[in-house]
């Protein structure tokens, strides 16, 4: 993010925390090597740990048996009940006709 977009908001909230002296002492050197505040540092370091624990959670984990259970299913879909197939016809008329 850039920095200007982030120094604006900063101001919606606010997180203190108490860490060793030699940690931040880390942070403050790591920090003036990208160019940033400390602030900015901690937020992207944080978010960036946070994007990544999110998508591990989203991800779908399928077993092996599952994986074949869904492949076959996408290859010999089941077929639909007949409303299915009335809804399906009508749409196709309507959208066709506009």
Known sequence: MPKMAMQTKLHNASVRTRVPEELKQRWQGAAALRGQTLTDFIIVAANK??????????????????????AA??????????AMKNLLKEYIAS????
């Open 73 to 82: 299913m996408l290859l010999n879909p089941p077929e639909l009940p007949e």
């Open 49 to 70: 740990e946070a994007n990544e624990i999110y998508e591990q959670e989203e991800r779908i984990a399928l077993s092996h048996e599952g994986q074949m259970k869904l």
């Open 95 to 98: 959208s066709q006709n506009t």
